[in-house]
């Protein structure tokens, strides 16, 4: 007994970090999207055009783009490189936030709601648990959010004559901290848990539910090809329920601040009002190509490469 005691913790262990590295994989890949997607969402907002007297080539410099012209802008005006400024908090926050998430998903199926006779998770259930993974993950992760939102505006900053918040991640904690004490590093936490709960009510509950639906209701077996399709639909309803909390989330981190207030924005739902009654409903979806974009491949490699990590470290299949 202790011999399979010690098997299944190495397991776990083995599991935990090989899916850590796939999240940085898939992260490292598609974080170009990410930074596409902050820059569309903070376009149009109130800051933009606050600053805009500071410098007459702002204006110019700053148009209404899409996503594809956003990304080219970013290498022609920036350089390559800078498609990936910010990706270092990035893949701290994918290394924990992933841990946790899915960790607590497994722990509240298994433990506290647990799974019908049937061997299936109810609706409901699933997107409980999801909500509560989700959010709970992303509030342990959420000074990370903070500093990868921060570097990822410091290019357009640097282009419209601001003067440069940030140089890096340990400067960015070191400045946030100076600014506004520990408690500063949770800024904008709210929107944050709030899109993490609901991305997580489209990822993780739908591709549960879709999963065992898939099993429950057609001859395919339990493999990659039940997998992509379940994190095919995983990925379209995660970018649905999250983009509306994400462009709020992003505004509210890069939102100048004076003695650790907000200068635009006194809150989430101030954000909301504010976004929906200045620029039209559909501001709220802003980013959402890049982020379905990135986060069905996203998706892809992350299920597939999970699943295929428990059935290589004895444990059953999610």
């Known amino acids: 007994m202790p011999a399979t005691k010690s098997s299944n913790q190495e397991s776990f262990v083995f599991k935990y970090t090989l899916s850590a590295t796939a999240a940085v994989v898939a992260e490292t890949v598609t974080y170009p999207l990410d930074l596409t997607k902050t820059r569309l969402q903070i376009q149009g907002e109130i800051a933009h055009h606050a600053h805009s007297s500071i410098t007459s080539s702002s204006s110019s410099s700053s148009p209404h783009r899409g996503m594809v012209a956003t990304a080219a802008g970013i290498v022609r005006e920036e350089g390559f490189l800078k498609l990936w400024q910010g990706v270092t908090p990035a893949l701290y926050r994918h290394v924990v936030y992933t841990g946790c998430r899915m960790s607590m998903y ?12 049937d061997g299936t998770f109810s609706l ?3 997107i409980l648990s999801g909500m509560l993974a989700g959010g709970a993950g992303q509030f342990i992760a959420s000074p990370t959010d903070l500093v990868k939102v921060r570097l990822q505006m410091e290019g357009r900053r640097k282009l419209e004559g601001l003067p440069v918040r940030v140089r890096n991640t340990v ?3 070191q400045e946030i901290v100076t600014e506004s004490g ?3 590093l949770w800024r904008g936490w709210i929107p944050n848990v709030q899109r993490a709960a609901l991305v997580n009510l489209g990822d993780l509950a739908t591709y549960d539910t879709a999963k065992h639906l898939i099993l429950l209701k057609t001859s395919l077996k339990d493999n990659y090809v039940t997998h992509t399709l379940a994190s ?3 990925g379209l309803v995660a970018a649905l329920m999250g983009t ?9 981190m890069n939102q100048p601040t004076h003695n650790g207030r907000g200068l635009l924005y006194s809150g989430s739902i101030d954000c909301l009002v504010k976004t929906v009654r200045q620029e039209g ?8 190509l890049p982020i379905w974009t990135r986060m069905a491949p996203w998706s892809l490699v ?5 699943e295929e990590v428990r059935k290589l470290s004895g444990t059953s299949s999610f």
């Open 106 to 117: 497994e722990f509240l199926r298994e433990k506290v709601f647990k799974k019908n006779k």
């Open 124 to 126: 409901w259930k699933a």
């Open 302 to 306: 992350f299920w597939l490469s999970y």
């Open 244 to 252: 509306p909390a994400d462009v709020v989330k992003t505004r509210i």
């Open 182 to 184: 520990l408690r500063g």
């Open 232 to 234: 095919a639909c995983s």
């Open 171 to 173: 400067h960015a904690f």
């Open 281 to 288: 409903f559909l501001a709220l979806y802003k980013g959402l």
